[in-house]
């Protein structure tokens, strides 16, 4: 499986996942015109993305529906209530709604999906883990969230890869005083965005108790966080827990990384 970064920054976060004839993209927050450029520039029209995938509706997610560039009758596959609310307050159109249900896998070609509810102050949004039949390689990708429920670490104890959303440094949140500290405690409350400290608590549960071969980190606010405190907190807790090997990287635009049972591997 490849895993093309189309953005990984929190305003604009957009992944593809491709395995064999299958494209399927988790994310749409790219404006239509990047979205449409970034593709090309991988070497895909978008008119062959199979589906779209979405964890929730804020715009940073979704914003890339409006005017989108896929082929008409596309699946937007979401939470039942998450396809109900874009569905009624937006004008994305020549899309077909496809509501899934939590725990309930489907498979989209060659890759099989289960969303499972996070967190987040969304109507109802999803984590997704994501199977490559055949391989039998999983990926979860935990989207937004403000807390890791025992019931979605559990059910991440069986993947090989995650992508978490490690959105900020807990001391870089808490002194950035040109923030209003409500807008920050909206950050860091249960239903905000998980910190640096948070993943990786996550991180360790799954490589104490799972089979965790890589960790791939996004969503990262400039304000708050840098790629070296977040790299550098996940691979201390690895080190404090004997893990040191499994990889830890930080994603950017552009990237496309190489999906496999060894672990994640930046293509060239
Ligand atoms: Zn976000
Ligand atoms: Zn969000």
New binding site residues.
């Given amino acids: 499986m490849h895993l093309h970064i189309l953005g990984a920054r ?1 305003h604009a ?1 957009a992944y593809l996942l491709r395995s064999g004839a299958t494209r399927v993209l988790v994310d749409c927050g790219l404006p239509a015109g990047t979205m449409r450029d970034r593709l090309f520039a991988i070497g895909l029209d978008p008119l062959s993305i199979d589906a779209v995938v979405l964890t929730h509706e ?1 715009g ?2 979704v914003g890339g529906l409006e005017d989108h560039p896929f082929r008409d009758g596309i699946p937007i596959v979401a939470s039942d209530r998450t396809c109900h609310l874009l569905r009624a307050g937006t004008t994305i159109s020549r899309v077909r709604w496809s509501p899934a249900s939590a725990g309930l896998p489907f498979a989209i070609g060659d890759l099989t999906f289960r969303g499972w509810p996070v967190a987040h102050d969304a109507v109802d949004p999803f984590a997704w883990l994501v199977e490559e039949r055949g391989s039998g390689f999983s990926i979860g990708i935990t989207g ?1 969230l403000g807390y890791a429920s025992s019931q979605l670490a559990a059910m991440l104890l069986g993947v090989d890869c995650v992508l978490v ?1 490690s959105n900020h440094d807990e001391e870089l949140l808490r002194a950035d005083e040109s923030t209003a500290v409500p807008n920050r405690l909206r950050v860091a409350n249960r239903h905000g965005h998980l910190s640096n400290e948070q993943v990786a608590d996550l991180v360790a549960q799954l490589a104490i108790r799972g089979r965790l071969g890589g960790v791939l980190l996004s ?1 990262l606010d400039p304000r708050w966080n840098t790629p070296r405190r977040a790299v550098g907190a996940i691979e201390s807790t690895l080190a404090a827990i004997a893990r040191p090997e499994i990889p830890v990287h930080c994603l950017r635009n552009g990237e496309t990384h190489c999906l496999s049972p060894a672990g994640p591997s930046l293509a060239p």
Avoid: A, L, V
């Fill in positions: 929190p976060i804020h940073g997610h937004d959303h969503h």
